[in-house]
């Protein structure tokens, strides 16, 4: 792969960036990589699927509109796409947790409000760790937590441990998308310059589709939990970023820009 040189208008000009999610969080992150001069590859390696009990989300998501909870807990942006796909309605005095800014900025474009974002740590973790004070210490609190059928229910069992009365409901199942075959010829050859890495079922993606990535080649995953999973299937990981969003995992790379790959 050709050396590319640093402008600091254009800090990635010339650098192909892998994009492992489409819609609006691909297209979004898409431009911003533009906006530095990276030319963006879109290659959608998840999509969701419907869960395997249909019945149990369509009572929770009938509850959620009749007031029944008093809290409902989003820890992914594809959670987000699975409300609206069902055109659920949240209840006035329904208050809403995301686990990350990316799914905040999901939620609300989609129509939703957000009350609690976890201050530092944009994770299942960080979450718990703010909940108490977010909550003025309220127990025990109707919440309905929704999560993807591989997820670790780490918030549900942390929820129910304080005294919280929680229904956890699986919204969705993630299944692999596969990549065209130019995508991987050009992976293989050395041609993309960075791939991102958004959460432990793109790591698996990666991995499966496209690995071993060639040393010329940065894997930037968005957050210490999606490096932990990366590592743990063997995808070798080059950078993290230091805030669980899209904004901060390109900043990640524009800090190595200045080196020729």
């Not at 995992?249 to 820009?257: D, H, N, Y």
Request: contains cysteine; negative net charge.
């Amino acid at each position: 792969m050709s050396a590319v040189r640093h402008n600091p208008d254009k800090p990635l000009a010339g650098w192909r960036v892998l994009v492992p999610r489409g819609g609006p969080w691909g297209d979004q992150v898409a431009a911003n990589l533009r906006s530095r001069g990276a030319m963006p590859i879109v290659a959608p390696m998840i999509n969701f699927a419907p869960t395997d009990d249909a019945a149990a989300l369509d009572t929770a998501l009938a509850k959620l509109a009749a007031g029944d909870f008093d809290w409902m807990t989003v820890t992914s942006a594809t959670t987000v796409d699975v409300l609206s796909s069902h055109r659920a309605v949240v209840a006035p005095g329904t208050r809403i947790a995301a686990v990350g800014e990316t799914t905040a900025a999901a939620l609300v474009a989609a129509g939703y409000h957000v009350d609690i974002v976890p201050s530092e740590d944009n994770s299942a973790k960080g979450l718990l760790a703010d909940w108490e004070a977010a909550t003025h210490g309220v127990i025990p609190l109707r919440i309905l937590t929704l999560r993807s059928e591989i997820a670790k229910p780490l918030l549900t069992e942390g929820l129910r441990r304080i005294g919280h009365d929680v229904e956890s409901v699986v919204a969705y199942r993630t299944v692999g998308v596969p990549v065209s075959d130019r995508v991987v010829a050009d992976i293989k050859a050395g041609r993309v310059h960075a791939v991102l890495v958004t959460s432990g079922s793109v790591a698996q993606q990666v991995q499966d589709q496209l690995g071993p990535i060639p040393r010329t080649t940065l894997v930037a995953c968005i957050g210490p939990r999606t490096a932990k999973d990366a590592a743990a299937i063997g995808l070798r990981v080059d950078v993290i970023a230091d805030e669980r969003s899209a904004e901060s995992l390109i900043e990640a790379l524009v800090g190595l820009a200045p080196r020729d790959l």
